[in-house]
T-cell receptor, first 113, second 113 residues
Framework: EDQVTQSPEALRLQEGESSSLNCSYTVSGLRGLFWYRQDPGKGPEFLFTLYSAGEEKEKERLKATLTKKESFLHITAPKPEDSATYLCAVQAYYGGSQGNLIFGKGTKLSVKP | GAGVSQTPSNKVTEKGKYVELRCDPISGHTALYWYRQSLGQGPEFLIYFQGTGAADDSGLPNDRFFAVRPEGSVSTLKIQRTERGDSAVYLC???????????FGPGTRLTVL
């Protein structure tokens, strides 16, 4: 069964304190791994897509990496505005897949000034 | 350009009533997805449309749930005989092509009393 597990469930950081969020997955054929940010009361906002092991993507203070079993979202020198829930999702390839995403439960990040 | 929009933003109904939730995808996007998100959980797939047809409805929990996309653009999720367990945020997402990056709307918060 395709599955996504995110850890930790919650993470509290001081402003400027770098850290990483983990997303481990099991899927029968990975088409893509997606990271989204979700603020309270809003829909998920797209951050990154990773397709193959070894791939890395960066955007401002965020950097996503991918291995064959997990992905990391590295946050460098975070600011309070980075506080949000970060969702990881996988898209499986079944040869003509419909493309639906399988999400983890998310990591709730709080950055204190 | 305009993103995915969903109406209403909030819907409160009584147990046993019928509700309709609307999704306007990004213009030109052929694929449309519905997800449901309960508190503290990641979004869960409900149904996927490619054009006007439901290509995959394997995530619909039971036959009280139904969705349509008659002209290949706007979609409506319909829930009959609502139950308290249907209370959740219903998210809509669209992508240019199947398996492309999905962009989410703000969601409709459904509360069944």
């Amino acid at each position: 069964e395709d599955q996504v597990t995110q850890s930790p469930e919650a993470l509290r950081l001081q402003e400027g304190e770098s850290s990483s969020l983990n997303c481990s997955y099991t899927v029968s054929g990975l088409r893509g791994l997606f990271w989204y940010r979700q603020d309270p009361g809003k829909g998920p906002e797209f951050l990154f897509t990773l397709y193959s092991a070894g791939e890395e993507k960066e955007k401002e203070r965020l950097k996503a990496t991918l291995t064959k079993k997990e992905s990391f979202l590295h946050i460098t020198a975070p600011k309070p505005e980075d506080s949000a829930t970060y969702l990881c999702a996988v898209q499986a390839y079944y040869g003509g897949s419909q493309g639906n995403l399988i999400f983890g439960k998310g990591t709730k990040l709080s950055v204190k000034p | 350009g305009a993103g995915v929009s969903q109406t209403p933003s909030n819907k409160v109904t009584e147990k046993g009533k019928y509700v309709e939730l609307r999704c306007d995808p990004i213009s030109g996007h052929t694929a449309l997805y519905w997800y449901r998100q309960s508190l503290g959980q990641g979004p869960e797939f409900l149904i996927y449309f490619q054009g006007t047809g439901a290509a995959d409805d394997s995530g619909l929990p039971n036959d009280r749930f139904f969705a349509v996309r008659p002209e290949g653009s706007v979609s409506t999720l319909k829930i009959q005989r609502t139950e308290r367990g249907d209370s959740a945020v219903y998210l809509c997402a669209s992508s240019l092509l199947p398996a492309d990056t999905q962009y989410f709307g703000p969601g409709t918060r459904l509360t069944v009393l």
